[in-house]
């Protein structure tokens, strides 16, 4: 599943402008915690932050925890 996060503190009605931001190769997270300027953009003209995760990160990080659990059982 495609993983987002909203944010829409600034937003005044439901036809508030909306600000994509998709994602890099990293976690959703770390992007939407670090990406000061989008928020200050988002207050400026009272929109709507949503952040889209790529959607092979999820499937990476799946994998990398796999390869280190199966490195810990032998």
Do not use: M
């Given at each position: 599943?495609?993983?987002?996060?909203?944010?829409?503190?600034?937003?005044?009605s439901?036809?508030?402008?909306?600000?994509?931001?998709?994602?890099?190769?990293?976690?959703?997270?770390?992007?939407?915690?670090?990406?000061?300027?989008?928020?200050?953009?988002?207050?400026?003209?009272?929109?709507?932050?949503?952040?889209?995760?790529?959607?092979?990160?999820?499937?990476?990080?799946?994998?990398?925890?796999?390869r280190?659990?199966?490195?810990?059982?032998?």
């Open positions: 599943p495609q993983t987002y996060l909203v944010y829409d503190k600034f937003a005044r439901p036809a508030s402008p909306i600000f994509v931001y998709f994602g890099n190769e990293g976690s959703i997270y770390d992007f939407y915690n670090n990406s000061g300027a989008i928020f200050e953009l988002a207050a400026e003209f009272s929109a709507r932050v949503v952040f889209l995760e790529h959607r092979l990160q999820r499937k990476r990080e799946n994998e990398r925890n796999k280190k659990q199966q490195a810990l059982l032998c």
